[in-house]
């Protein structure tokens, strides 16, 4: 069975500094999409990034990357230029290539943006 | 484009009574899922479909049902209430590949005393 862990229960952060949440997981798939979820107080669920395993180079969207190591079956989320609206539930999440709706998240890490 | 929508928001019952959550999407998304959250726990997938008229179990199914008659309506279905099925419960549709991407509904939570 496909493990997600999240060792980072909370963390917190100055405006405009950077930070970097921590994501492992266990599988003995070679494909697969990992995913980072952000869930702020509004409860709504917004995709942040995706990755393919296949995909050596990591993903960046924005203010928003990843350092992925497959070997290491590691994938850490980095936010940049940190703004108090990144107050949120960070999940990270993993999905076998092979079935599209069996989704592991981790626990999740609660971030906050101080001013 | 309404996306996921979830009724109702919030509900409390009783233990022992029945009730249904719904969840409708406007993709025409074939993946629909259920996820159940709970403090500590992340997001743990019950039921899930792959197309109208098909079902499975996920990770937690026990005390649930579900049932998928068109691709828009996804129902999730509870028999009997026990208080272990106070959580906040997400639906959510996918297009499968090559995104991917689950659409989460903005959530029912769910109190049973």
């Known amino acids: 069975a496909q493990t997600v862990t999240q060792s980072q229960p909370e963390m917190s952060v100055q405006e405009a500094e950077t930070v970097t949440l921590s994501c492992t997981y266990d599988?003995?798939?070679?494909?697969?999409?990992l995913f980072w979820y952000k869930q702020p107080p509004s409860r709504q669920m917004i995709l942040v990034i995706r990755?393919?395993?296949?995909?050596?180079q990591n993903a960046t969207e924005n203010r928003f990357s990843v350092n992925f190591q497959k070997a290491a079956k590691s994938f850490s989320l980095k936010i940049s230029d940190s703004q108090l609206g990144d107050t949120a539930m960070y999940f990270c999440?993993?999905?076998?290539?092979?079935?599209?709706?069996?989704?592991?998240f981790g626990a999740g890490t609660r971030l906050t943006v101080k001013p | 484009n309404a996306g996921v929508t979830q009724t109702p928001k919030f509900q409390v019952l009783k233990t022992g009574q029945s009730m249904t959550l719904q969840c409708a999407q406007d993709?025409?998304?074939?993946?629909m899922s259920w996820y159940r959250q709970d403090p500590g726990m992340g997001l743990r997938l019950i039921h899930y479909?792959?197309?109208?008229?098909?079902?499975d179990q996920g990770e937690v199914p026990n005390g649930y049902n579900v049932s998928r008659s068109t691709t828009e309506d996804f129902p999730l279905r509870l028999l009997s209430a026990a208080p272990s099925q106070t959580s906040v419960y997400f639906c959510a549709s996918s297009s499968g590949p090559p995104y991917n991407e689950q659409f989460f509904g903005p959530g029912t939570r769910l109190t049973v005393l």
């Open positions: 999440a993993f999905k076998r290539y092979s079935n599209n709706n069996d989704m592991r």
């Open positions: 990755q393919e395993a296949y995909k050596q």
């Open positions: 993709m025409n998304h074939e993946y």
């Open positions: 479909s792959v197309g109208a008229g098909i079902t």
């Open positions: 599988t003995s798939e070679s494909n697969y999409y």
